[in-house]
């Protein structure tokens, strides 16, 4: 359907067209791009080619080194945009594939690219909305007639995270130190964290907006839904287990969050729509919806450690397991008055399935430690060592295409000496 061919194993269908933040050797400028098979189409090219009535107004948004004045102009801008580079890079339309000139210029391989985070993120706010996910923690905490908290099946469950730690795939994270009490007949002691944990998340980065004490409707959530990218919230589990009564989440979870560098837009996904959930009870009426706004996203998690010649899956599981769908957590989030901005960060929480293979922690899949996990070749884990590489990916499946997200990668670093 493109002049340019894609294998159909690619993340970067015709169907997806993502966008990110790039730069290359000979021009460090960061610019926004557009994925297509091993391709970037740089938008700063042939920004003069968007005429539709809203983009051509705002033509300089292609000219900026974030998507969030992009995400700012709305819901209609970014479907005018998609639509207009669905026929630029269609088979059948000359303008880019008959230009030998311009297709130089507007064209750079992914191979020579550096990737960089997507828009200048102002919040970051994680929820916990994966039932399966939030059963387990709470059976290994609280026992099974207590996994659930009261609110949990009410509201989506959330708090805000640290927006200045969230960092582009392939940056490497730094083993947190902390206050952590192992023993709980003795005082707390300080130290570098052992149970460095990952997490399996998916966000979504909101544009549009809202004015404060204005909140956004359900009705409406999706126009504020720019699109999507996978996450690693890494979590240093006994940092965690000790100060996160009574406020939550702090040092176990601030010190790096990692996201794949291309947003994959929601009308992309679309098309993998499922039905919700059904939710018993029923929830309150500003977060009832009726149509279908969960996902069939296939997600893998595969750990490599410096010693090991591959990586090993230890994690396969879907996006569809969630609870509360993304349209709930935004007017949950705004129902209150709260004003998001463009650029604004909001995350599933952990994505756990059913099945022990679907846990989404490393907590989950050695049971808060109490049994290994076999990576092959005599190796195994519980929690992350120092120098274990970390891969996140995740693609919805089409027929003979994918739309996926390309990589989402962080190595461990020993922690700072103190």
Same mark, same amino acid.
């Given at each position: ?16 067209? #993502? ?5 290359? +050797?000979?021009n ?38 974030t ?10 801008? /970014? ?8 026929v630029?890079?269609?088979a ?20 020579a ?33 207590n996994?659930?908290? #009261?609110? /949990? ?28 009490? #192992?023993?709980?007949?003795k ?18 980065f ?20 720019f699109?999507m990218?996978?996450?690693n ?66 997600l ?51 994505i756990?399935?059913?099945? +022990? ?28 060592k ?13 027929d ?13 670093l ?5």
């Amino acid at each position: 359907m493109s002049f340019i061919k894609v294998d159909p194993t690619s993340d970067f269908s015709y169907h997806n067209l #993502p966008y990110g933040i790039f730069s290359t +050797p000979d021009n460090p400028k960061r610019r926004i791009g557009v994925a297509i098979g091993d391709q970037i189409l740089d938008l700063s090219v042939i920004k003069s080619l968007f005429q539709g009535p809203v983009i051509s107004k705002h033509k300089d948004v292609f000219d900026q080194p974030t998507l969030n004045a992009f995400m700012a102009l709305g819901y209609e801008a /970014w479907r005018e945009a998609r639509r207009t580079l669905q026929v630029l890079l269609s088979a059948n339309e000359s303008t880019l594939r008959d230009d030998v000139s311009l297709r130089s210029r507007a064209f750079v391989h992914q191979s020579a690219a550096t990737m960089h985070l997507p828009a200048d993120i102002g919040d970051y706010t994680d929820f916990y909305s994966s039932r399966d996910h939030a059963t387990n923690v709470g059976i290994m905490f609280r026992g099974k007639e207590n996994a659930l908290m #009261p609110n /949990w099946l009410r509201l989506p469950v959330g708090y805000h995270g640290r927006a200045s730690s969230v960092i582009v795939s392939g940056t490497p994270i730094r083993r947190p130190s902390g206050q952590t009490r #192992p023993d709980q007949t003795k005082p707390p002691v300080f130290g570098p964290s052992k149970q460095l944990d990952i997490e399996l998340e998916m966000a979504f980065f909101v544009g549009g907006g809202n004015q404060q004490g204005e909140p956004i409707p359900i009705q409406k959530a999706h126009e504020h839904i720019f699109g999507m990218v996978l996450m690693n919230d890494w979590s240093a589990r006994d940092i965690q287990s000790w100060e996160y009564v009574p406020l939550g989440p702090f040092l176990g979870k601030n010190f790096g969050t990692t996201i794949s560098p291309w947003v994959v837009p929601m009308e992309a996904l679309l098309p993998f729509a499922e039905p919700n959930p059904v939710q018993d009870p029923e929830p309150l009426p500003y977060l009832q919806h009726t149509d279908a706004y969960t996902f069939n996203i296939n997600l893998f998690v595969s750990l490599k450690g410096q010693d090991m010649a591959e990586s090993a899956t230890i994690c396969r599981s879907n996006f569809k397991y969630m609870y509360w769908t993304m349209k709930q957590q935004l007017a949950h989030h705004t129902v209150n008055g709260c004003n998001i901005r463009p650029g604004d960060l909001l995350a599933s929480g952990t994505i756990s399935g059913p099945d +022990p293979e679907s846990f989404g922690s490393m907590l989950e899949l050695s049971w808060r430690g109490s049994k290994s996990i076999d990576l092959g070749g005599g190796e195994t884990r519980t929690f992350l060592k120092d120098g274990d590489e970390v891969t996140i990916t995740g693609y919805c499946q089409g027929d003979g295409y994918r739309v996926g997200f390309g990589p989402c990668m962080g190595t461990i670093l020993p922690a700072v000496k103190h």
